[in-house]
């Protein structure tokens, strides 16, 4: 749980998304509608990052309903977003310095073994909208992921890396999410992927929402023709990523690495560059649809439901990214045979 005078950031360097067929005969599958597949009862996987660009959100009552009626401004500073009831949001992906460093900005990417690190290139930025941040604020502007590519060097091959870091915080300068992930990806071509847009969507009680594009087709980024789809580590591999950063950022950290070694300098202007090294580590995340009435008893206190008729409603879970992953994780496994 987030406490309002810390910040979580989450370090989080991903493997390979292999999906293992953990499914039963005691568990019914349920077959998706118009195509009589059946979902397993549970898939086990490791977790990515959800495929979305910079955007900044606003929010007003829905007179008609329940659900709020949220939109995408036009930047941090769009007066429309900022109102008593509801400071606005902004979700704000952090580029390289050499694309912007009037804010917060990716210093550099560092691969190899430990002892013996080798800069990574910075390639481009994957395609989008850029969003305006406020920097009185401290809102930094809002990119998409940056991609890097690793020479080869120190007996590891050539590798291309994409690296997310999303800064969320409130218009008027609350710090309210710090997330960073390293995947290592290859280029996957389709003539389905769109580059990636946030998008008002109506819900039916005269609310709105916002949401994303095109789905993520397993890619852990996507633009024009063209996504990311995430590989595996090399052998051996360290990763150190640095970061300059608003000094109110670099007080508290909490991370996925193995050993991880992190080190803050002053960098001027109110900013802080912050090192943080580590190995790879996989987080797992477990998924699972079962009918309701097929529900273990222990974990319906832990899933949101779907559905109107009881024997038409589903129950999902995921533990990625959950501070009781391994617990929930754990107790889902206790159902499997």
Same mark, same amino acid.
């Given at each position: 749980m987030l406490i309002s005078l810390l910040l979580l950031a989450i370090f989080t360097v991903s493997g390979n998304a292999a999906y293992a067929d953990r499914s039963t005969s005691s568990w019914n599958t349920i077959p998706e509608a118009g195509t009589g597949v059946g979902i397993y009862g549970a898939t086990y996987t490791e977790g990515i990052i959800t495929v979305n660009p910079s955007f900044v959100m606003g929010s007003r009552k829905n007179p008609n309903g329940i659900s709020a009626i949220d939109f995408v401004c036009q930047s941090a500073t769009d007066p429309t977003c900022i109102t008593d009831e509801f400071p606005g949001v902004a979700h704000?992906?952090?580029?390289?310095?050499? &694309?912007? =460093?009037?804010?917060?900005?990716?210093?550099? @990417? $560092?691969?190899?073994?430990? #002892?013996?690190?080798?800069?990574?290139?910075?390639?481009?930025? &994957?395609? =989008?909208?850029?969003?305006?941040?406020?920097? @009185? $604020?401290?809102?930094?502007? #809002?990119?998409?992921?940056?991609?890097?590519?690793?020479?080869?060097?120190?007996?590891?091959?050539?590798?291309?890396?994409?690296?997310?870091?999303?800064?969320?915080?409130?218009?008027k300068g609350k710090v309210l999410d710090f997330q960073t992930q390293v995947n290592p990806y290859i280029e996957n071509r389709d003539s389905r992927y769109r580059e990636q847009t946030a998008t008002n969507e109506a819900i039916s009680d005269g609310g709105q929402r916002i949401v994303g594009s095109n789905g993520d087709f397993g890619c852990t980024w996507i633009e024009e023709g063209l996504c990311g789809k995430a590989t595996n580590f090399q052998e051996g591999m360290r990763v150190e990523l640095k970061l300059r950063v608003f000094d109110g950022?670099?007080?508290?950290?909490?991370g996925r690495l193995k050993a991880p070694e992190i080190s803050i300098e002053d960098a001027g202007s109110s900013l802080r560059s912050m090192k943080i090294s580590g190995e790879p580590v996989s987080v797992q995340k477990a998924i699972a649809k079962v009918k309701i009435g097929e529900a273990p008893a222990d974990l319906k206190s832990e899933v949101s439901y779907v559905g109107i008729r009881e024997d038409q409603q589903y129950l999902f879970t995921s533990s990625a990214n959950d501070q009781r992953a391994i617990e929930i994780f754990n107790i889902w496994d206790k159902y499997k045979y």
């Open positions: 704000m992906i952090i580029p390289p310095c050499e &694309v912007d =460093s009037s804010s917060m900005c990716i210093e550099g @990417l $560092s691969v190899g073994k430990e #002892g013996s690190l080798e800069p990574t290139k910075f390639t481009r930025l &994957v395609k =989008s909208k850029p969003v305006i941040g406020d920097k @009185l $604020s401290k809102v930094p502007n #809002g990119y998409n992921q940056s991609l890097w590519k690793l020479p080869a060097s120190n007996g590891f091959s050539e590798q291309d890396f994409s690296v997310y870091v999303l800064y969320k915080a409130t218009l950022l670099a007080g508290w950290l909490s």
